[in-house]
């Protein structure tokens, strides 16, 4: 796997000169910077409101953690679920309209020179969208003193939900030559991955799927959303850490064997 | 060089290639013929292990493309019906970036760019994005990333398609000198698909012609111009031979 750089370096250079980064990256500014300033004022509106009917004891309880970065990370883990697929479209179904995929499977490469190769670089854009957020709750340092520890785990967590998207659009990528198929089959395969603690939860409370709760646990297990929010809370599990490398390996697997399939077909 | 071992490829019910064999020898340019749908680029892909065949076999430069891929395809260059382009690099990016995975040494891939770019007239455009060129430049672009690491096998399907008679000569005069260098250059063993027969009677020393999947000629240029009557006449004939069977075999 020698080329693995070579193959990244190549997607990462041809995404900057392509408008979608930079559309990716601006909506993605944009958005943070209105949801950051959203939480920003809802939390200085309670505290008002709890200084005016001198609800002391609430008022202790408040923190810039839990209500302002908590909900801030919830919502552009959300973002993430439309921004990551506009990067991934292209990876694998732009190569097949280019005819490039002639070349790379004709090249002394490996498969996994080129699968590892293109999610690398996704993987690398994911980190400098996830870096760009770090700014919002670093401004918080200078004029309050939100926990340090919490705020770096729940980055963390986006991060991992970043890289397992990223990896995801990529299979999506894989399996069509059309980018917008790819984007909206992995647009609805993450949201799908999202909101399966959501169906977890409707059925715990008594619906069909709770009669079985060994299946409602495992939908929860399966879910993003739960392994993401321990990452808010500060905990950093290796269960959850697991959950995401299982996840990023899955479909790495899985894409390996759609560009493979190529060929055999 | 090249060798073709009785390789067949089956799309579901339909024999696109059915079991052909050759052998190209050092050196030699060969055309590859036949009317459109014969078989010819997916036989192309077959050698060049895009596609697997159905059975049979390609060996490249003494590598079997089934059991040493890695190093059959190290061993080959490829331009494709459509030259694999990425539209937003320039000229010579695509170009370091094919000779880096195709395996040339980092120390060397500058000078296989620089020698590239002039022998494919690309020097002039060489800052160029992809996507801005016209077609005859696409198109020696693709040639250039099948020669940048200047490999032993040449598999060229369709060459000199869509460029002017002036380029056409040129590319032409470019694969002939590839399979006859000067000293101490490698010599290069070309197999080339062409619809133009004078193409092949310009730069080629035998003809390989296919129909229906199966090889039908097999022979040098001279023979079939002195016992065929020409190429064309061998070409109509062969190719009417058998209209009247059964469609098991067509495209």
Redesign the interface.
Known sequence: MRHVGTIASRELRSLFVSPVAYAVLTLFVLLAGFFFLSSLLQFEEYVLRMQQFQYFDQLKELNLNDHVIAPFFGVMSVVLLFMVPGITMGLFASEKTNHTDELLLTSPLTMWDIVLGKYLAAAAFVSLLVALLALYPAILLLYGDPEVAKTLAGLLGLWLVGLAYAAIGGFASSITRNQIIAFAFSFVLLLVLWMLSFLADLGAAGGAIGAATGFSDFLRWLSTAEHFESFVKGLIDTADLAYFAVLVGTSLLLTKFAVESVRWR | MIEARAMSKRYGDRLAVDSISFEVARGEVVGFLGPNGAGKTTTM?ML?????PTDGTAVIDGHDMLTDP??A??S?G?L??????????DVE?YLR??A????VPRGERRSAVERTLERCGLVDVRRRVIGALSKGYRQRVGLG?AIVHDPPVLILDEPTVGLDPVQIREIRTLISNLARPAAGGTQHTVILSTHILSEVEAICQRVILIHRGRKRVDAPIADLVREGGGLESVFARETARDESEPEAATV
């Open positions: 892909r060049t292990g895009f596609l697997p890695l190093r395809r190290r080959l490829y494709p019906e459509s030259p694999p382009l990425y539209p937003e690099m990016g970036f094919v880096s995975i195709k395996g990333q």
